[in-house]
């Protein structure tokens, strides 16, 4: 099933960030109605349950939705989606995710450089 970041925005229009309070992770509210970036790639493929994936969990749901990733590459695009979007930079993470399911081994672009503009470095998170 091939799949466009712009289906899964049509269908998921409104993420959010993955705010911690304590050792609870989201708010109940936020548990049941909200979804973050890599959830909506996980809700669009039927994982009902994964609305805020693990970075490891979306690296697998990535490889689903596009078998030419690695585990690797897989790896480093989940881990830029979900700190693009825990950091609220909603629109980098739908670029991490479009790049991430366009990705094909050999192509013309680095297998290891998501494509962003050099005036905006690759966000940061643990």
Known sequence: MSVTVSEIRARYPDPKTAIYHG???LS????ITGYCVGGAL?????HTTEQ???KLTLSRILREANPDLTID????MAHFIVCANDLGLFDRAWEGL???LAWKRGGSKSESEL???ESEPE???V
């Open 23 to 25: 050792s609870f992770p």
């Open 73 to 76: 590459e897989s790896k480093r």
């Open 52 to 54: 805020f994936p693990s």
């Open 98 to 100: 479009e790049e991430a």
């Open 28 to 31: 109940p509210l936020t548990r």
């Open 42 to 46: 996980c809700l669009y493929r039927g």
């Open 123 to 125: 966000p940061a998170c």
């Open 115 to 117: 494509s962003h503009p």
